[in-house]
């Protein structure tokens, strides 16, 4: 994994433009966002629909964004579900820059 560059393969456009079907808008729809070193954590209210949205955002981020790892955990029924989304080195101030959200608080 450290071999990959810590890039996306969209452009600013294409960025702009399905932000909506990719992390950011996550951000929009999360309970809950906690910047980690070099990542994010996100949680959700476990509601029906909510891991194929989240399927769905991790194969596209999967394409552009080849250097992110993901790992979901579902709890029993319609529990809250947490995503976390990290990295080599530098990964967390890649996606500050995507979400203003991702950015750990300045101390």
Known sequence: MSDLPIACTLSAHE?????AELL????AVADAVRPRADGVRLKFAGETG??????AVIERERQCCQF???QL???PGLG??????DGPPGTGAF?????????????
């Open 15 to 19: 960025l702009a433009c399905g932000a």
């Open 24 to 27: 950011p808008g996550l951000a």
């Open 50 to 55: 909510l891991v194929t949205r989240l399927a």
């Open 68 to 70: 992110l790892r993901f």
């Open 73 to 75: 955990e579902v709890t």
């Open 80 to 85: 809250p579900v947490t995503l976390d989304v």
């Open 95 to 107: 996606l500050a820059g995507l979400h203003p959200s991702f950015a750990a608080p300045v101390a």
